[in-house]
């Protein structure tokens, strides 16, 4: 029995509903869908949900871990939110709020806008500092992934865009020859 799969994901103040495979999860922040698998069996009650399969093939107890992982994010995502945040180091390197979109100077011959998608907020407490909210765990880890791959960081000073909690393994430069 998967040990993940087999934990109930606990729901407070959120309201689930379930129809025809799709599963619907609304909270204060927003409301969230998901589309599962019909080997697996899912029961809603007041206080929890609980999910179970069929039988021991590999496929369902792939699914089985799975489907409560995702139903556990759509609800935490609902109640909490996701965020993520990510630092921009070098000289010169910045963002800034541009309406809803954001300005990048990274280093290149031209500045890159990015405008979030639908369900994202994008702050920027520093010029150096973004910070990215959602509800969407996948979404919310996706959008700070492509402001990352925008300058990833280098070995040899560390410039670029790392997330805050990333650590950037350093390489020494050319010493002088005799």
């Given amino acids: 029995m998967s040990r993940i799969g087999k934990k109930p994901i606990p729901i407070k103040d959120v309201t689930v509903t379930k129809t025809d495979g799709i599963i619907k999860v609304k909270g204060k922040l ?4 998901v ?3 019909p080997n697996v069996n899912i029961e809603v009650t007041k206080e929890e949900i609980v999910v179970t399969r069929p039988d ?3 496929e369902n107890r792939s699914l089985h871990g799975l489907t409560r992982a995702l139903l556990n ?7 909490e939110g996701y965020q993520k945040s990510l630092d921009i180091v070098g000289v010169g390197y910045k963002a800034e709020s541009k309406g809803d979109a954001v300005l990048f100077s990274l280093g290149y011959s031209h500045p890159i806008y990015f405008i979030p998608p639908q369900g994202i907020k994008i702050e920027i407490p520093a010029p150096t500092q973004v910070k990215i909210f959602g509800i969407d765990k996948e979404l919310v880890g996706l ?6 791959s925008f300058k990833k960081p280098e070995p040899y000073k560390g410039k670029g865009v790392k997330y805050s909690n990333e650590i950037i393994i350093r390489k020494a430069g050319k010493t002088a020859g005799k």
């Fill in 73 to 79: 994010n759509m609800v935490k995502g609902v109640t």
């Fill in 30 to 33: 927003g409301e969230l869908t």
């Fill in 143 to 148: 959008i700070a992934a492509k402001i990352r």
């Fill in 35 to 37: 589309k599962v698998n």
């Fill in 56 to 58: 021991d093939s590999k």
